[in-house]
T-cell receptor, first 113, second 111 residues
Framework: SAVISQKPSRDICQRGTSLTIQCQVDSQVTMMFWYRQQPGQSLTLIATANQGSEATYESGFVIDKFPISRPNLTFSTLTVSNMSPEDSSIYLC??????????FGPGTRLTVL | QQQVKQSPQSLIVQKGGISIINCAYENTAFDYFPWYQQFPGKGPALLIAIRPDVSEKKEGRFTISFNKSAKQFSLHIMDSQPGDSATYFCAASKSNYQLIWGAGTKLIIKP
């Protein structure tokens, strides 16, 4: 399976600021995804990061709040904009490989004060 | 129809016992059913997965049982060990990588 890294691993931010999370994969992958996971909760898909085109957002998530870049087949970024305490969460990127398998990065733990 | 219902929410099992977590789904178009294991502070790790053309898949101490007619699938952990203590998520998808997630089960194995 692909090896996925995320930066930063954690951060504490002030409300109203923005944070960009990076996701790097050690091999080229077609599908990359961004998820949010509240502590003790299940995963919620934010968007599918499409290489060379705009991301596809799930209901309840908008590009202005969560802009995503996917400049190539091994890298993507998620920005959490104009943060509020409600954005405190774990943000995870994942990649899709053969046969529907998805593999996850270690996550970025975000705390907004 | 898109939901995957997972139970129990939490589970305590003695070391050496069998841990069983159940999931049920509605959408018969689902054709891929993975289980993920997540330790605190880590991302979910793909543990084992099954497709509806088989009724059981075993990998080491982990077994998925799949009942297509009942639209249910379950994870069995044999000879449960303290290192198995984690949160387990079931999921389902329709061959399009869009995973529908269960709510998760927090498993504690008592030494």
């Amino acid at each position: 399976s692909a090896v996925i890294s995320q930066k930063p691993s954690r951060d504490i931010c002030q409300r109203g600021t923005s944070l960009t999370i990076q996701c790097q994969v050690d091999s080229q992958v077609t599908m990359m995804f961004w998820y949010r996971q509240q502590p003790g909760q299940s995963l919620t898909l934010i968007a599918t990061a499409n290489q060379g085109s705009e991301a596809t957002y799930e209901s309840g998530f908008v590009i202005d709040k969560f802009p995503i870049s996917r400049p190539n087949l091994t890298f993507s970024t998620l920005t959490v904009s104009n943060m509020s305490p409600e954005d405190s969460s774990i943000y995870l990127c994942s990649v899709g490989q053969d046969y529907n398998e998805q593999f996850f990065g270690p996550g970025t733990r975000l705390t907004v004060l | 129809q898109q939901q995957v219902k997972q139970s129990p929410q939490s589970l305590i099992v003695q070391k050496g016992g069998i841990s069983i977590i159940n999931c049920a789904y509605e959408n018969t178009a689902f054709d891929y059913f993975p289980w993920y294991q997540q330790f605190p502070g880590k991302g979910p790790a793909l543990l084992i997965a099954i497709r509806p053309d088989v009724s059981e898949k075993k990998e080491g101490r982990f077994t998925i049982s799949f009942n297509k007619s009942a639209k249910q699938f379950s994870l069995h952990i044999m000879d449960s060990q303290p290192g198995d203590s984690a949160t387990y998520f079931c999921a389902a998808s329709k061959s399009n990588y869009q995973l529908i997630w269960g709510a998760g089960t927090k498993l504690i194995i008592k030494p």
